[in-house]
């Protein structure tokens, strides 16, 4: 990935009010108010550096660096936030240029190494 890279989470497991798009990786806030937002992902072998935006304004960011030794790092962030209606919300590669987001291949059992998660709280 490189700096700028818009992390598209392909698998959707519940998405009421259709909020999130797979093919632009952002969601998009149906309605005003305060959010929780949390995403995690699994490097193997390069740093990752992912910021979660809002409308291109950085809201918190998560550092992954696997060891030499330490193939694969586990990392993840949750914010709490307020969000405005119609304002888009996405996670992003900040430092490139080799970050990396460890997923199976396709027809494997499904397992969950990269998550973005959005909640309405109030």
Known sequence: MS??????FNRVHLNDGNGYNTH??????PMSG???F??????HYSSTYLELIVDDLQQAAAFSHPYPNHVETMVGQTVIIRVNAGQSVWVEEKQG???DIY?????T????YATFAGVLLY
């Open 24 to 29: 632009t990786g952002a969601f998009t806030a």
């Open 34 to 36: 305060v959010y929780l």
């Open 103 to 107: 997923v199976k291949p396709a027809g």
């Open 109 to 112: 059992p499904a397992s969950e």
């Open 97 to 99: 240029p080799d970050g």
């Open 3 to 8: 700096p700028g890279y818009t992390v598209k």
């Open 38 to 43: 949390t995403y995690h992902w699994n490097s």
